[in-house]
């Protein structure tokens, strides 16, 4: 595996980049992956049993924060 420059974005950045372009993705995502009362995400739940697995922020979470960074910082509006 390669090393990540500081001046090349990574894969995730690139995604994100991507995502930005996609407002209703974004809304989505950060409204299914919230926080529950113990800290875990609401949207990554644990296969056939509902319960929530990873905790918050998760991945996805994490993914469309930077996307709304993304497209805010590109005037995507």
Known sequence: MGTISSESPTRFERLADVLALMPDVIARLL??????????????TRPGTGYPA????????????????????TNHS
Not at 31 to 38: G, L, P, R
Not at 54 to 73: E, S, W
């Open 31 to 44: 409204a299914d992956h919230t926080s529950d009362s113990s800290g875990r995400c609401r949207g990554c």
């Open 54 to 73: 990873a905790v918050h922020p998760c991945t996805l979470h994490r993914l469309a924060t930077m996307a709304l960074i993304a497209r805010k910082r």
